[in-house]
C-alpha cells in the first residue's frame, strides 16, 4: 500500500510544477465528470456541530473506490489552525484492498482549484480578463493560479477584512500576475469583474455579493458556502442566474441554492461538460457554478495522485493490511509468526 505524507505531495507538485498539476488535474476532473454515469455516487456524510463540521466523502467506478475525511472549521485559523483538513484512500475495487493513504488537505485545495477551472471553462466569458476573490485564506491561491490556466486573466482584484491574509496573497502571487489589485472591499474586488470567486468562511448566512455589485455577463464560482447555514450570497442573486451544481441531492441541502429551494437549478456541472445541457449561452447573462465540493473530484485527485506517483517513484509502500501466508490464519499470524 502506497502512502502520499505532506512531504510526498510538496515533492510531487514541484516536481512536475504547479501549472502541469492543475492542467493534469483538470484533464482528470473533464474525463470523470464525463462519464458521470459509471459512478456510485451518494451526497457525503456530514456531522455537524456548532463550529463547524466533519465529513466522509465517499465515490467510486467499477475499478476504483476512493473517500475522504474532511472537516471545515471556520474558526480554526483565529487558534492557528487550518479551516479544512483532508486525509483521503484510494482502494481497489477487484479485491477490496486499499492501494494508498494519502494527505489531502493540499489536495483538497488543489482539486477545490480545478473544479473552479474546470465550470469557468464552460460558464465563464471567453474574454474573462478581470478575476476578484473575495477571502484570500487558505484556498484563495490555489483558485487564482488554476482559473489562470483557463483564462487569460489580466488583472486579479482582492479583498478581505483581515490584512494579513490580504499581504499574504499578493506576497505569494507577485511575478505571476502584473496587476495585483488590493481593495478595501467585496464591492470593490467585484467591480469590472467577470469571474468572481467568493472563498470566505464563517457559519451564516453572509451576503458577501449582492446583484449591484454584479457585472451583467459575470462568472461566480461560490465556494464558500459549503454547509446548512454557511452561505455567502444574496438570495436574490439566484433569481438573475443561470445556476449550476455539482451534485444536486448534496447541493441542495449544502449549497447557496438552501436558501432558495425554489430556484431551477439550470444544470448539474457534468450534464454541461457531456453536453445535454448548455453552458454560458450570451455575454450578458450572469451564471454561477454554486459548488460545494463533490466525492467524485476527490476520486480525479486521488487518481492522479497515484498516477504521478507510480510515474516519479514518489511515494513509499507501508504495511497497513497484514500480508498472510494463510489467509484463514489471521489470529496465528498476530500472536506466532
Ligand atoms: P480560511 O479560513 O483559510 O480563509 C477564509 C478567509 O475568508 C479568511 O481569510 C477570512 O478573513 C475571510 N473572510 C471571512 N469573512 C469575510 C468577508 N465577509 N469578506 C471577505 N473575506 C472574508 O478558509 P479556506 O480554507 O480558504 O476556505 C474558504 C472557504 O471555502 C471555507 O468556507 C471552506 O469551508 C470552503 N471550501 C469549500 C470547498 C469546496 O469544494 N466548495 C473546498 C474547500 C474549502
Known amino acids: 500500500m502506497r ?76 487558534q492557528g489552525k487550518l479551516c479544512v483538513v483532508a486525509v483521503g484512500m484510494l482502494a481497489d475495487v477487484a479485491t477490496g484492498y486499499p492501494l494508498m493513504l494519502c494527505e489531502m488537505t493540499w489536495l483538497t485545495a488543489l482539486r477545490t482549484a ?12 471567453k474574454e474573462s480578463h478581470v478575476l476578484a476573490i473575495i477571502g484570500t485564506g487558505a484556498q484563495s491561491e490555489f483558485q487564482v493560479s488554476a482559473l489562470a490556466g483557463v483564462c487569460d486573466i489580466h488583472a486579479v482584484r482582492y479583498y478581505d477584512p483581515d490584512a494579513k491574509a490580504m499581504a499574504k496573497f499578493a506576497n505569494n502571487l507577485k511575478g505571476r500576475f502584473s496587476q495585483l489589485l488590493a481593495c478595501k472591499s467585496a464591492e470593490e474586488a467585484a467591480e469590472g469583474a467577470s469571474l468572481i470567486v467568493t472563498a470566505t468562511a464563517a457559519k451564516r448566512h453572509n451576503r458577501i455579493l449582492t446583484r449591484d455589485m454584479v457585472s451583467p455577463g459575470a462568472h461566480i464560482h461560490a465556494l464558500g458556502g459549503d454547509c446548512p447555514g454557511k452561505t455567502e450570497l444574496d438570495p436574490a442573486l439566484l433569481d438573475h442566474a443561470k445556476i449550476v451544481v455539482e451534485y444536486s441531492p448534496q447541493s441542495q441541502i449544502e449549497g447557496e441554492i438552501q436558501n432558495r429551494p425554489e430556484a431551477t437549478i439550470h444544470a448539474e456541472l457534468w450534464e454541461i461538460i457531456t453536453g445535454r445541457r448548455p453552458g454560458r449561452e450570451s455575454d450578458e447573462e450572469l451564471t454561477i457554478l454554486d459548488s ?46
Open 292 to 337: 460545494v465540493g463533490f466525492a467524485l473530484e476527490d476520486f480525479s485527485a486521488l487518481r492522479l495522485v497515484n498516477e504521478l506517483a507510480e510515474e516519479t517513484g514518489i511515494g513509499q509502500e507501508t504495511s497497513l493490511i497484514p500480508d498472510l501466508k494463510d489467509p484463514k490464519n489471521l489470529f496465528g499470524a498476530l500472536l506466532n509468526d
Open 114 to 125: 480545478s473544479t473552479a477551472a474546470l465550470g469557468a471553462q464552460y460558464l465563464a466569458r
Open 3 to 78: 502512502l502520499i505524507t505532506t512531504t510526498d505531495m510538496c515533492q510531487l507538485v514541484r516536481h512536475i510544477g504547479l501549472d502541469e498539476f492543475n492542467a493534469r488535474l483538470l484533464k482528470n476532473l473533464e474525463e470523470d465528470f464525463s462519464r458521470w454515469e459509471q459512478f456510485h455516487l451518494s451526497p457525503r456524510h456530514a456531522t455537524h456541530y456548532h463550529h463547524g463540521v466533519i465529513e466522509l466523502m465517499p465515490s467510486s467506478d467499477d475499478d476504483l473506490y476512493a473517500f475522504k475525511y474532511v472537516n471545515g472549521h471556520p474558526s480554526n485559523p483565529q
